[in-house]
């Protein structure tokens, strides 16, 4: 390996926790480093190491305690094959971990409990953040019922959604860079 295993895990965590781009990263390692990398390099160590880290952390998964203070949930549009789908994602907002997530052509109640229900055996959390659509509230009475609902009224609130909804940015992102780099593309 031409650079240090540690700096490619700074380059990762920069990817995937942060909102930085591939040539931001490339920037931030030659400034605060002096190692020159080029963003090329940065997006192949994704692609490579990407699969690695979702094998251990598929052996870490039983061993993490996702009793944490929030879980953050959001859903949002994509249009696959020119059909519109709703992706919904739950995060735990301590570790950043993706707990859960459901893909559906429809924006309902249902597909809430979908997701509720496929989260519920990790943990529970104190409360669950969400906006203000309608559908998350008997999902989350109904399975987490000592767990308060955070409903975020406004960006002005001091608890907001900004955790998942900059996810869902990256993943829109990215989404749609691999569905222009092959028609064939689908999630």
């Known amino acids: 390996m031409r650079h240090p295993v540690h700096l490619i895990i700074t380059a990762l965590s ?51 305690n996702f009793d944490s203070d929030e879980w953050h949930t959001y859903e949002t549009v994509l249009i696959i094959n020119g059909v519109k789908h709703y992706s919904w994602f739950i995060i735990d907002s301590e570790i950043r971990f993706i707990l859960g997530y459901h893909l559906s052509p429809h924006r309902d109640s249902p597909q809430a409990f979908s997701l509720m229900n496929s989260v519920s055996s990790l943990g529970k959390p104190r409360s669950i953040v969400s906006d203000r659509y309608s ?53």
């Open 135 to 187: 559908a998350y509230i008997v999902p989350v009475k109904s399975i987490f019922d000592d767990t308060y609902h955070i409903r975020v009224k406004s960006f002005k609130d001091d608890i907001s959604n900004n955790l998942i909804e900059s996810f869902h940015h990256q993943f829109k992102d990215w989404y749609k860079q691999n569905k222009e780099k092959n028609e064939s593309f689908y999630l």
């Open 14 to 64: 920069m990817f995937y926790l942060g909102k930085n781009s591939f040539r931001n990263i490339a920037l931030i390692l030659r400034v605060a480093f002096n190692i020159k990398v080029s963003h090329t390099t940065i997006s192949n160590w994704c692609k490579n190491f990407a699969p690695l880290f979702n094998s251990y952390s598929l052996q870490l998964m039983p061993s993490l």
